[in-house]
């Protein structure tokens, strides 16, 4: 005999026993071969497109106090993790101290306090918002990382861009949760990471090379710099420029070996050569080591210009 479809609203995402048996589905059809089980009384349907909160709402909907935090919410969010903790799929889920600690199989569980605000309804799931995400994983990443996932929260384009962003949150956000928590673990972490937060970067690749940049003589470049044609029309967006110079910087990912990227990226340069501009493409190999060959790359477009050699092209962040 066919197995029997599921309902519609247990299609959307995870869902909990106690859901399904409220819709009249017996314990035996969300047991069969169609539901994966990652825990007791939550349910995911195999054949689901479901995106990642939608997939963890479950672990919120088992009671009224269980949230989301550290990388299951930089997951929410769509933050950058580095790829050690992208490989670890355990569930966080927490509850406040006053409560017990959350124990079932793939979920690692915390007892926390959180301030008013701090936990917030996200397409159906319970979690932290975004900064204080940011500071929660302030105790297990190195400061670069914590960097590039602040960069993450905060990226914002305007309407200049050919894809416009808004904020999930303001680096102003982080500054105040920083000032809400002094003694929270990874606060020295935290405190190193903050001033060197910026908004524009699109990857954690993008903010390494900004970091490369700004810790040497050649200063730190500029994010969300627009390259304007002659009728004073957006013609190209640098992932970092030295405006100044007419330096451009656009970092190559992986994505760019594709034929039809690849042919994007040479008319990109043209034009932007064409509008006087001098562009540097950067790869992940030039980001590597203790000294990343990117500082060479530009030093040398910087050199005909008398700059390269121990004089800062940069910007200023005070």
């Given at each position: 005999m066919p197995r029997k479809p599921l309902p519609e609203e247990l299609l959307t995402g995870s869902f909990t026993s106690a859901a399904a048996e409220g819709l009249g589905v017996p314990g035996k059809r969300i047991r069969a071969a169609d539901v994966f089980i990652p825990s007791r009384s939550i349910r995911v349907p195999l054949n689901g497109s479901a995106d990642a909160a939608a997939n963890l709402r479950a672990y919120t909907d088992l009671d009224d106090s269980s949230v989301l935090t550290h990388h299951?919410?930089?997951?929410?969010?769509?933050?950058?993790?580095?790829?050690?903790?992208?490989?670890?799929?355990?569930?966080h889920v927490a509850r406040d101290r006053a409560g017990s600690k959350p124990r079932r199989r793939n979920v690692v569980g915390h007892r926390m306090t959180f301030r008013p605000g701090e936990v917030v309804v996200h397409d159906g799931v319970r979690v932290t918002i975004p900064a204080r995400t940011w500071l929660d994983l302030a105790a297990l990443l190195s400061v670069d990382d914590l960097v590039a996932l602040g960069d993450s929260l905060v990226v914002a384009h305007g309407p200049d861009f050919p894809r416009p962003k808004t904020a999930l949150t303001a680096i102003d956000d982080l500054r105040r949760m920083v000032a809400a928590h002094p003694g929270m673990r990874g606060m020295r972490t935290a405190r190193l990471a903050l001033p060197e937060v910026r908004v524009g970067a699109d990857?954690?690749?993008?903010?390494?090379?900004?970091?490369?940049?700004?810790?040497?003589?050649?200063?730190?470049?500029?994010?969300?710099?627009?390259?304007?044609?002659?009728?004073?029309?957006?013609?190209?967006?640098p992932d970092a420029a030295y405006p100044q110079h007419r330096i451009a910087l656009q970092y190559d990912g992986g994505h760019h070996a594709d034929p039809n990227q690849y042919l994007h990226d040479i008319r990109r340069q043209a034009t932007t050569e064409r509008l006087g501009w001098k562009e540097v493409r950067v790869s992940k190999e030039d980001l590597e080591g203790e000294k990343p060959f990117l500082v060479e790359k530009v030093r040398a477009a910087l050199r005909p210009l008398g700059f390269g050699s121990g004089s800062s092209a940069g910007t200023s962040h005070g």
């Open positions: 299951s919410a930089v997951r929410i969010w769509e933050g950058s993790l580095p790829a050690w903790l992208q490989e670890d799929w355990r569930i990857s954690p690749q993008e903010t390494r090379m900004r970091l490369v940049l700004s810790r040497t003589g050649l200063g730190e470049p500029m994010l969300n710099h627009v390259i304007r044609n002659s009728w004073g029309q957006p013609a190209v967006w």
